[in-house]
């Protein structure tokens, strides 16, 4: 039998690489310009929607409607690339994503097929200008669809719908690959 017996060095680097598995992603994330300091105390708590979409302006509008309509229960980051939302989804952990299928960089189906590959328990909801996606979507595993323009009020009721689930609810629904009742 062979034993190892780490110096005072080595061993507190293994501790560190055990309780910090993300070290090597963050200090890639870093290299690219994310920020992946802890959040302040305040936000902590809230519940995370990464928002991707490469239109601005849709981006402008839906956070400011997603943190005043879901009473500030919700909080939003952005991203306008598929590149920039893989690195905020690891970065960030949201607990949900709303997604769009036209970004420059990448097909949006492949970005969820990446994305859930990661965190297959995380729900996504497709927001699209593409009209007749919901069969896709559904074969997929999305939770909800909207098509463009979104109703406010109907996507920050579904967010938090599909977030009050608890996760034998939501497993069930996937298995079954029914959507949420709410669509737009």
Same mark, same amino acid.
């Given at each position: 039998m062979t034993s190892r017996i780490f @110096? @005072?060095?080595a061993w507190r680097q293994a501790r560190t690489d055990l309780m910090e598995p993300d070290l090597h992603i963050k200090s890639l994330l870093a290299a690219d310009g994310v #920020?992946?300091?802890?959040? $302040?105390p305040e936000r902590r708590y809230l519940r995370r929607v990464l928002l991707v979409d490469d239109d601005a302006s849709v981006r402008a509008s839906l956070v400011e409607a997603l943190e005043?309509?879901?009473? #500030?229960?919700?909080t939003v980051e952005t991203a306008s690339s598929a590149r920039e939302a893989y690195c905020r989804f690891i970065s960030w952990t949201p607990s949900l994503v709303l997604l769009d299928l036209g970004l420059p960089d990448q097909d949006g189906w492949k970005l969820f097929e990446n994305l859930e590959m990661?965190? $297959? &328990?995380v729900p996504f909801i497709l927001i699209t200008a593409q009209p007749d996606q919901i069969i896709r979507a559904r074969r997929m595993g &999305?939770?909800?669809?909207?098509?463009k323009p979104v109703a406010p009020a109907s996507l920050v009721d579904t967010i938090l719908g599909v977030l009050g689930e608890s996760e034998s609810q939501r497993l069930q629904r996937l298995v079954a690959r029914t959507f949420r009742p709410l669509f737009s």
């Open positions: @110096n @005072n060095q #920020h992946t300091s802890p959040e $302040p005043v309509g879901s009473g #500030h229960r919700l990661n965190r $297959p &328990f &999305f939770d909800a669809v909207f098509e």
